[in-house]
């Protein structure tokens, strides 16, 4: 009130009012352009207040302030404040100046039956020193509370007798820094010989901040007056009204105006640091954090509103403040919160169900007349609470009417939390953003996603001819057309070489054909000599394993598995065709089917898993139903025990599963979630699941494909690809050795030969055989040894002599026989001679042939046994 009266003269004599001291929110200096204020707003302090909050993952918190102006002005900021990092203040504690200790005392009584144990105290020395003194003697200082001071206090922590520093072991405080300098010293021991010279008696008094702001801000207006070079300071009159006869003396300043503008633009470094007004107030510096320790304070570190919280004010390095002594000598951080100390269980709600009494089950003795609670999601919340690190005692209470009837739906249950009926809900209670606005909850414990099951039909085919459908058509005509390609260059590569190639002409094609789909099961009579034909069978193999294993295990699928078939895949034609679709009674799927654009009379509701398969089993023209939409815990407890009948068809809609259900910023959703990521990511869920749910190894997954498609040509183009290249190279590289290996037998042609006369000679070359194979030598060495000891013709013992010329023959392919004769005329040749009397050139090409393979010298005569 005097602040406001002194800037009010101000704004009416235009001289500017500068104040060291008025540190209230409300004292704005938009009121008046000529209130100056040199000193930090309280306001300023409130994000160093936020960062430790925030540094300490404290949730809620409880303001406790003097009941004034001053107590009242920071309230705003700092609840708005701490809402940014998401904590509530639960309750402001406001203390009258004029209190006496007996009311402090019933006030702290009832701050120690709130589960909150963080307090942020703001208010002077005289009024905080007897809270304190009462809070430790109320057992309000010791293990897992944590007191937190604004700078009204902590700035005169110095000033405190030692009996009120001892109550106040292991408080936190914020106040402004005060850089150590020179200047500084040289003011503090000036003023002590001062205040000595002028005081003897008293005790020497320290310079406090309010005394430095004062030495800064006259330094402040001496500079601004000395850069105006002004001496009159006098006052004008001006024309005042009769009706304000009380300011009718007050004068108007001629230089007011220039000396505000001139302090306004003043800067320099004082003893509280960087001096400089803006926006009409002294800039915000850092600010320090301290803890009150044995005799006195020690720093712990630093804020400044460009690095947060730092050790040191001028580093960039983000660190963790320094060792900390909390109330009770404790080293670890307070935790924030304990559960209400009036020895109370919390009341935890349960969903009363018909069906589905896996996940929630309420039994009542009627003996005893009690209740009995259990189900998989009783044993995880029981598994959670057990593994929180305090005990929470609590109880179960079903939400249900006096006659045992649920007293409503799942909305209705989770907004006795909200109401503050039960303390906490407990069940397959669905997290759903409009739910999330009245509570919190906690993380999931079950996949998330709705689903529609439908009933299946058994597509296994009973047709004869069901041994064709493991393979596509196309890898049927494709693997034929392999086998006789094949088989072919088998043939060309063998045909010269190899007497099991060779013969009648219907029995090569038959020896084509039969020796590639033999191989299909290792049948093959014919044998490989050419290391060409080895590779190309070698490669064929390989890929003739390949599919016959795959052809057997997909006939084999198809054979003993069922193939099961939804009868609908497609949500919109349930819409279109106005099918009837259930839907669990209580649940939120009714709302999410009514998005969906269902009509309300083709919505049925089910209570239990034998009434939806009972709806499934009359279908949706006789009163059941078609389809049905639940979420996934509840249809794979459904398809677990009718898997041979329903299947969940895509696609899933996302939504976040179970969770526990807290009022609005309760301490223990982040305790109760963190221990339901340590249960769901160990053995122990799997036990929970297995015990209520039990485990179908028969069923296939809620996901898993119920049918099996023919193999195609996809599948196996890499392997074709393989076989053919390996096969086209091995068929070039033996045409391009025969045409080479014959080039001067097609040169010799004489006369020189048409195109024709050279393929139809190549084509009679290469159907004969080529007698130089080491195979066919093989077989004259064997046909020679076994005549070595009887001559063949007489059987007479043969001489180690070598056979005469004239009776070395060449037996060809084409019944030409080549003999050594010196008296044949050439006449006798008959029609096998041309009409000019030369050598055919088919006889021609038979003689280079025996010259060249043989090494015979052309016969004198020729003799043609046709």
Request: charged share 20%.
């Amino acid at each position: 009130m005097q602040a406001n009266f002194m800037i009010g003269l101000g704004s009416k004599a235009r001289v500017p009012i500068i104040s060291f001291s008025a540190t209230s929110p409300s004292l704005s200096s938009l009121q008046s352009q000529y209130f100056v204020r040199a000193t930090l707003n309280d306001s300023a302090q409130v994000p160093a207040i936020k960062a430790i909050v925030q540094a300490f993952g404290w949730r809620e918190v409880v303001l406790i302030c003097v009941d004034n102006e001053y107590g009242n002005g920071v309230i705003p900021s700092l609840t708005s404040a701490l809402q940014e990092v998401d904590t509530h203040v639960t309750y402001r504690s406001a203390i009258h100046l004029s209190a006496t200790d007996d009311q402090i005392v019933k006030e702290l009584y009832k701050l120690m039956t709130m589960s909150t144990r963080v307090f942020i105290v703001h208010m002077f020395t005289p009024l905080g020193s007897r809270l304190f003194t009462k809070a430790n003697e109320v057992g309000m200082m010791e293990e897992g509370y944590v007191w937190i001071l604004t700078d009204g206090m902590t700035d005169f922590l110095s000033t405190l007798d030692p009996s009120a520093i001892d109550s106040m072991q292991g408080v936190l405080g914020v106040k402004p820094h005060v850089p150590r300098t020179k200047e500084l010293d040289s003011v503090k021991i000036r003023w002590k010989k001062k205040f000595q010279e002028e005081y003897p008696i008293n005790e020497i008094s320290e310079l406090n901040i309010f005394g430095l702001r004062a030495y800064d801000a006259a330094s402040a207006l001496a500079i601004a007056v000395e850069k105006l070079s002004v001496g009159n300071f006098s006052f004008q009159k001006t024309n005042i009204s009769r009706d304000s006869i009380s300011l009718e003396s007050i004068r108007v300043s001629p230089i007011g105006p220039n000396i505000l503008h001139s302090l306004l633009s003043t800067q320099f470094r004082g003893l509280t640091g960087h001096f400089q007004i803006v926006d009409g107030q002294l800039h915000s510096s850092a600010f320090q954090i301290v803890n009150v320790n044995g005799e006195g304070e020690k720093g712990v570190g630093f804020w400044t509103q460009e690095n947060g919280i730092v050790r040191r004010p001028n580093s960039t390095s983000k660190v963790n403040l320094r060792a900390i002594t909390w109330p009770g000598e404790s080293t670890s951080v307070p935790k924030g919160w304990v559960l209400p100390t009036n020895g109370k269980k919390l009341k935890i709600g349960v969903p009363v169900k018909e069906g589905f009494s896996e996940f929630v089950k309420v039994m009542r003795d009627p003996i005893t007349n009690t209740t009995k609670v259990t189900g998989y999601c009783i044993a995880i919340f029981d598994a959670v609470m057990a593994t929180l690190p305090y005990a929470v005692p609590y109880e179960y209470v079903p939400f249900e009417t006096p006659d045992g009837n649920a007293a409503g739906n799942y909305d209705e249950l989770i907004s006795q939390v909200y109401f503050q009926k039960y303390d906490a809900v407990v069940g397959d209670t669905t997290i759903l953003a409009n739910r999330s606005l009245y509570v919190d909850f906690t993380l999931p414990y079950t996949e998330s996603g709705v689903s529609m099951m439908v009933p299946i039909i058994d597509n296994r085919s009973k047709s004869a001819w069901v041994f064709l459908k493991p393979l596509t058509w196309d890898l049927w005509v494709t693997s034929a057309c392999f086998f006789v390609f094949i088989g072919f260059v088998i043939w060309t590569l063998e045909h010269r070489i190899n007497e099991d190639f060779r013969g009648p002409r219907s029995h090569q094609v038959g020896t084509i054909f039969s020796f590639s789909f033999s191989t299909l099961v290792s049948a093959q009579k014919e044998r490989i000599v050419s290391n060409l034909a080895r590779f190309v069978v070698i490669i064929w193999f390989f890929v003739v394993l390949i599919l016959t294993q795959s052809y057997t295990a997909s006939l084999t699928s198809m054979l003993t598995v069922q193939q099961l078939k939804p009868t609908i895949t497609d949500i919109n034609e349930l819409i279109r065709t106005g099918q009837r679709v259930g839907y669990q009674n209580g649940s939120f799927i009714l709302a999410f089917l009514e998005r969906m654009k269902f009509h309300e009379s083709n919505l049925v509701i089910y209570n239990s898993l034998e009434q939806l398969d009972e709806l499934f089993s009359k279908g949706s023209q006789k009163g059941g139903i078609a389809a049905a939409f639940d979420e996934i815990p509840y249809m794979k407890l459904f398809l677990a025990k009718y898997c041979s009948k329903y299947t969940a068809v895509q696609p899933t809609y996302k939504f976040d599963g179970f969770g526990f259900v807290f009022p609005k910023h309760s301490p223990l959703v982040s305790d109760v979630s963190m221990q339901i990521l340590n249960v769901t990511e160990g053995d122990q869920m799997a036990k929970i699941e297995q015990a209520w749910f039990g485990q179908n190894s028969s069923c296939p997954g809620l996901n898993s494909s119920l049918s099996s498609d023919s193999i195609g040509v996809d599948s196996f183009w890499g392997l074709f690809l393989i076989a053919g290249v390996a096969s086209s190279a091995a068929l070039i590289i033996r045409m391009a050795t025969f045409l080479y290996e014959n080039t001067d037998t097609l040169v010799q042609l004489d006369p020189p030969a048409s195109v024709w006369r050279k393929i139809k000679a190549l084509a009679t070359l290469f159907d004969n055989k080529d007698l130089s194979s080491h195979n066919f030598r093989k077989s004259e060495m064997g046909d020679r040894s076994g005549t070595n000891g009887m001559d063949a013709a007489t059987a007479s013992p043969a001489t180690n002599y070598p056979p005469s010329p004239s009776s070395l023959s060449v037996q060809t392919q084409s019944n030409f026989a080549f003999s050594r004769d010196q008296a044949t005329p050439a006449s006798e040749y008959g029609d096998q001679m041309s009409p000019n009397g030369q050598t055919p050139p088919e006889i021609a090409f038979g003689i280079e042939l025996a010259n060249s393979k043989q090494e015979l010298k052309v016969p004198e005569v020729v003799h043609v046994n046709n």
